[in-house]
């Protein structure tokens, strides 16, 4: 009778501590539900184009054609899935291109769907010059693109050659582990990030095209920096980069030059061990932090 308790009781100590270790699994799995993915050298012949949202002059345009080197033969691909309405953000996607000359007809546009993208359209995307994705929500966007053939398509594309572009929610989508936008410490979304809280943002998978940095816009204009700290504390190994409106980060190879009008803003965890955490607030020490200006250059 006696070792029949002892064994109860033994089987109730291993019970709560599988409890307890599942519980600790779950709560750090929904901060980072991604699989393990190597950094690798960055070998793709194109181009990342990431604009910071906000008013876009004329100028980063012409840049953004110019980056994109594109000749007679050439056509740019328009994806506006980010947005609730996708009709006016191709719209004035296409405008934007057409008022400095591009013809409308080396303009196709792709409001793709999950389950229906046409060989026809996944073609083009592979032998685009230019790929651009508009603002709205990357969550959107990425819910009718990740891992089917049109994400293939995106990196062939960039692999090859192409200039892949993208403002605001299509800055976003350019890192592997995306910002979604989510708090989940506050549900209501009100735009202030006011605390830097452990396991407060929420992270998807993106495209994946940079995979070395996670990115924020509207950076400066929407005071971000509290939600991009919390970021580069639990993602000690990727740099937490910034950037503001109006603003683009240009990105071959390893090197990236900032254009536009205003900063970029680059956070490196330099210490990895110094991570803490108290009471659900994150702590570290040794963050480094770059505001680099118009014109200068970096290494991803």
Do not use: W
């Not at 995106?154 to 605001?168: K, V």
């Amino acid at each position: 009778m006696s070792k029949m308790k002892t064994f109860k009781q033994l089987a109730m100590i291993i019970l709560l501590l599988s409890l307890s270790c599942k519980s600790k699994q779950n709560k750090s799995f929904k901060q980072d539900n991604l699989p393990a993915g190597k950094i690798v050298k960055n070998t793709a012949k194109g181009n990342l184009f990431i604009i910071g949202g906000g008013k876009i002059s004329k100028s980063l345009i012409k840049e953004l054609i110019s980056t994109s080197n594109l000749k007679d033969n050439d056509f740019i691909v328009i994806l506006p899935m980010a947005s609730e309405e996708p009709d006016s953000a191709s719209y004035y996607a296409k405008k934007s291109f057409v008022d400095l000359g591009i013809n409308a007809d080396k303009i196709k546009t792709f409001n793709l769907k999950k389950e229906q993208q046409s060989i026809y359209q996944i073609d083009s995307i592979k032998r685009a010059s230019l790929v651009y994705i508009t603002g709205g929500d990357q969550n959107l966007f990425m819910s009718q693109i990740l891992h089917t053939p049109a994400y293939q398509a995106i990196h062939t594309a960039y692999q090859n050659g192409a200039t892949i572009a993208g403002t605001s929610a299509g800055a976003a989508v350019m890192s592997r582990e995306m910002i979604t936008g989510i708090e989940y410490k506050h549900s209501q979304y009100t735009g202030n990030f006011r605390t830097i809280e452990s396991e407060n943002f929420e992270i998807k998978e993106g495209l994946g095209l940079m995979p070395s940095a996670i990115i924020d816009q509207h950076f400066i204009y929407r005071m971000r920096m509290n939600r991009l700290l919390s970021v580069v504390l639990e993602h000690p190994d990727k740099k937490a980069i910034g950037i503001n409106e109006s603003t683009a980060l240009i990105v071959h190879g390893d090197s990236a030059v900032v254009s536009g009008e205003s900063q970029v803003i680059i956070l490196k965890n330099s210490n990895k061990n110094s991570i803490k955490t108290k009471d659900g607030l994150l702590g570290g020490e040794n963050i480094l932090i770059d505001i680099l200006l118009p014109g200068e250059k970096f290494k991803i």
